[in-house]
């Protein structure tokens, strides 16, 4: 048995599983956890990655591994390799304003986002790499002076794992490179023209790597894959093929597609990211997801099978009670002072099994929305994989083909970001991306009518949401 590893080293923990390459059946798992907190020093990481493979049963037997992080994170390293300062994490918002700069800078307004938007296949937000260099520069500029090179969360660790502290030995892939704001998904290039124009110089960036091209190996000789973002690795880790489009409830929500041709969306909706494969990722994201699940419970005083439960109670579109789930703000659409309400209440409407249908419909709805934004982008929208911790919810499973208007496949609960990255361990170890499918065979199916009126209920209490906020 040939046996591959994958990491995933994400904001909160560091998982490893050890998979057999052949069927991708799983051997053995590890993990461990990350300090909370929107920077965080890598040493965390480190700890937590060796302390996830010994709990794993080390990696001595296997023939390859590869890791997939956290996207955008801002590691910065000085001449002699040591970390500058803590890395500021994609959920770190102070950068917000550094954003802003770079579009006025490119124009402002609708100019300025098309001008980045064809550039690299994405509008600065605070999430991406390129505004936080820029943060740094301006609010640090002794330890932006400090910095040789800078690389991603994903990239720092493969290069520990490979133990050369040489800073050109650094590697990144094509999906976590996308995600930088100074790497074109479209050309397969660094700008960094717009890397210097943020930081005031170029400082030294990993080399991208194609698919199945060696990052270095351990001390031991595995080799090691050029690894990748989570969303991507999870992608992988799920088998998505072009014509799928991944919508993942956790924390935050993201729905991304396996596309043939990249994105370059002017609005900033749709992030033109690439995948694992030589494809493309174009991705959106949302605050609200699995939080108004939970939201929802609190409020009702019930767990998470009985807020299901009392959701499918209730008919279809909740008698015209309306969610809008901006709960904590939102980034889809920017909306970042937005809150959340409640239409359509009425005596009728007024019960528990009500308020649960609106909450899991609200929640899918927005969710629809940036489908909506992906197709809009040109993407082929076949069916929807349904993963995170949402997705266990059996309200979640029936009542979404309702509300995408397609079949929805929930494979089981897993660690798909890790799968994935252990996905890409077992083609470099076959030498191809070729390898054998490993999609899950427990795969459940859910299909329904589509019902077109619950999404227009929800349009309509959506705008007069954003009318609201945009009216101050």
Known sequence: MTLVAGVDSSTQSCKVVVRDADTGALVREGRATHPDGTEVHPDAWWAALRQAIDAAGGLADVAAAAVAGQQHGMVCLDDAGEVVRPA???????????????????????????????????????????????????HEPAAAARTTAVCLPHDWLTWRLA???????????????????????????????????????????????????????????????????DNAAAALGVGARPGD?????????????????????????????????????????????????????????????RLAELAISAPAGADGLVLVPYLEGERTPDRPTASGSLHGLTLATSTPAHLARAAVEGMLCALADGLDALVAQGATVNRVILVGGGARSGAVRRIAPEIFGCPVLVPPPGEYVADGAARQAAWLAAGTADAPDWTPAETEEYAADPVPAIRDRYAEARDHVLNRVAAG
Request: net charge negative.
């Open 163 to 229: 133990g050369s502290g040489d800073l050109d030995t650094l590697r990144t892939d094509r999906s976590d490179a996308s995600g930088t704001g100074y790497w074109s998904a479209a050309t397969g290039q660094y700008r960094l023209d717009l890397l210097e124009h943020a930081f005031g110089r170029q400082p030294v960036v990993p080399r991208v790597l194609g698919p199945t091209d060696p990052a270095g190996a351990l001390p031991t000789g595995v080799p090691l894959g050029p690894g990748a973002g």
């Open 245 to 305: 489009v991944i919508v993942s409830i956790g924390t935050s929500g993201t729905v991304f597609s396996v596309a043939e041709s990249p994105a370059a969306d002017p609005s900033g909706t749709v992030a033109g990211f690439a995948d694992t494969t030589g494809r493309f990722l174009p991705l959106v994201a949302t605050l609200n997801a699995a939080r108004v699940l939970d939201a929802a419970a609190t409020m009702l005083g019930v767990d998470h099978d």
């Open 88 to 138: 500021l994490l994609w959920n770190d918002t102070r950068s917000a304003g550094a954003a802003a700069e770079l579009i006025d800078e490119f124009g402002g307004g609708p100019a300025g986002r098309r001008a980045w938007a064809d550039a690299v296949g994405l509008v600065p937000v605070a999430s991406f790499t390129i505004t936080k260099l820029r943060w740094l520069a301006r």
